[in-house]
Protein backbone atom coordinates (compact mmCIF):
# COMPACT_ATOMS: atom_id res chain seq x y z
CA UNK A 1 0.00 0.00 0.00
CA UNK A 2 1.47 3.46 -0.32
CA UNK A 3 0.21 7.24 0.81
CA UNK A 4 1.48 10.28 -0.87
CA UNK A 5 3.58 7.97 -2.16
CA UNK A 6 5.13 6.54 0.69
CA UNK A 7 5.27 2.71 1.44
CA UNK A 8 2.65 2.31 4.43
CA UNK A 9 2.56 -0.96 6.16
CA UNK A 10 -0.76 -2.78 5.39
CA UNK A 11 -2.53 -4.76 8.13
CA UNK A 12 -5.68 -7.14 8.07
CA UNK A 13 -8.86 -5.14 8.38
CA UNK A 14 -7.32 -1.64 7.74
CA UNK A 15 -10.19 1.15 6.77
CA UNK A 16 -10.12 4.26 5.47
CA UNK A 17 -10.93 6.55 8.62
CA UNK A 18 -8.58 3.55 10.72
CA UNK A 19 -5.83 5.10 8.59
CA UNK A 20 -6.88 8.75 8.79
CA UNK A 21 -6.65 7.86 12.64
CA UNK A 22 -3.66 6.57 12.52
CA UNK A 23 -2.23 9.27 10.71
CA UNK A 24 -4.20 11.57 13.43
CA UNK A 25 -6.29 13.43 9.97
CA UNK A 26 -9.66 14.55 10.59
CA UNK A 27 -11.64 13.00 7.44
CA UNK A 28 -14.04 16.61 7.08
CA UNK A 29 -10.57 18.44 6.22
CA UNK A 30 -9.24 16.16 4.00
CA UNK A 31 -10.26 15.30 -0.04
CA UNK A 32 -8.92 11.80 0.01
CA UNK A 33 -8.97 9.43 -3.69
CA UNK A 34 -8.45 5.56 -3.24
CA UNK A 35 -7.01 4.41 -7.12
CA UNK A 36 -9.40 6.23 -9.40
CA UNK A 37 -12.14 6.79 -6.61
CA UNK A 38 -12.36 10.60 -5.13
CA UNK A 39 -13.75 11.59 -1.61
CA UNK A 40 -14.29 15.19 -0.94
CA UNK A 41 -14.06 16.35 2.86
CA UNK A 42 -17.19 14.85 5.00
CA UNK A 43 -18.01 12.32 2.12
CA UNK A 44 -14.59 10.21 2.97
CA UNK A 45 -16.16 6.69 3.54
CA UNK A 46 -15.32 3.88 5.93
CA UNK A 47 -14.07 1.93 3.07
CA UNK A 48 -11.94 -1.55 3.53
CA UNK A 49 -8.45 -0.71 2.22
CA UNK A 50 -6.03 -3.07 0.31
CA UNK A 51 -2.53 -3.89 -0.04
CA UNK A 52 -1.91 -2.78 -3.24
CA UNK A 53 -4.49 0.58 -2.62
CA UNK A 54 -2.47 3.52 -3.86
CA UNK A 55 -4.35 6.30 -1.92
CA UNK A 56 -3.40 10.28 -1.79
CA UNK A 57 -4.28 12.26 0.83
CA UNK A 58 -4.95 16.27 0.24
CA UNK A 59 -5.26 18.63 3.49
CA UNK A 60 -8.18 21.54 2.53
CA UNK A 61 -7.14 24.41 3.04
CA UNK A 62 -9.77 28.05 2.79
CA UNK A 63 -8.41 31.08 1.80
CA UNK A 64 -9.72 34.30 0.54
Given at each position: ????????????????H?L???L??????????V???????????D?????D????????????
Open positions: MRVNGEPYPHRAGLTLALRDGIEPERVAVAGDDFYPGARVPRPLEPDVIEIVRIIGGG
